[in-house]
């Protein structure tokens, strides 16, 4: 899809200088611009780009004086950084804006949906589900009996919903990812063996999640899994049953989540953060990547390590750590001089 400048002008309500009729197809760093591509220029230390791109269409902010000629047609805008970042969400809306139920997908019975469903090729929705409006269902997605999904949510491709699932406005859910498999339970039998526990419970999903791909949400045993508003989690996340995830959380890729541990609002976890079931974690907690949690957590607290404690004390007991053969050392020589 091509836009000139004088269209992206009115989108972003800024001024040309240049050849309003210039076209542009694609977007680039300024530094890798070429014919046909759209680029920005906010932080004046890469100003030297500007004279020597091959893009052809440059958005800058109006405050900015040139030093020599450009090539390219400039749109001048109050705030370029803030301008291009509204247009990537604008051309992003176009590239999703798909409606149509495509061949071959199978839709059962007592399913109903609103306005501008898209349900990709190879698709099955099960029976008695309810969808909203403006819903994307890409190709290969799962959605299982009595699923119910609000307005202007997005599943990409090889999405798998299991039944019972209710997903609120506007979530995001990232392809490979499935929400609502059965939990991790088992019960030990006196021969050794594990004989498995019904998991009978569901997920909820609130509004404005984001679920990165190939993460699992797994459904309670009895009871809910809570997603809470706002949560924003990276791809390849386990959230075991009957976890509860508080509003505004954000989770980096490989943490793990076990059964039934409560994680509190407005907390930042991340990367391969290992969390022990049955705990509770407060809000506004900030947890490193690679730690391991296996206690209870105060709001506000700050932790690394495995087990994790306190970010300070473990940043001071680093810095002994890394010097630890030359303590060690050192006290070796103090008992040879003592004896």
Known sequence: MKFTAEQIAGILDGEVFGNPDAEVYKLAKIEEGTEGSLTFLANTKYSNYLYGTNATIVIVNKSYELENEVRATLIKVDDAYSSFSKLLEYYNQIKLMKS?????????EGVTYGDNLYLGSFCYIGKNVRIGNNVKIYPNSFIGDNVTIGDNCVFFAGVRVYSETEIGNHVTIHSGSIIGSDGFGFAPQEDGSFTKIPQIGNVVIEDYVEIGSCSTVDRATL????????????????VAHNVEIGENT???????IAGSTKIGKNCMIGGQVG??????????????????????????????????FNYGDF????????????IVNEIEELKKNNK
């Open 100 to 108: 149509g139920i495509e061949q071959p997908s199978i839709i059962s």
């Open 223 to 238: 009871g809910t899994t809570y997603i809470r508003r706002g949560v924003k989690l990276d791809n390849q996340i386990q």
């Open 250 to 256: 954000v989770i980096a890729a490989q943490t793990g």
């Open 275 to 308: 969390i022990a079931g049955h705990i509770t974690i407060g809000n506004y907690v900030k947890i490193q990547a690679q730690s391991g949690i296996g206690k209870s957590l105060k709001d506000g607290e700050v932790v690394q390590g495995s087990p994790a």
């Open 315 to 326: 940043a001071k007991s680093f810095v002994h750590f890394k010097n630890l053969p030359k």
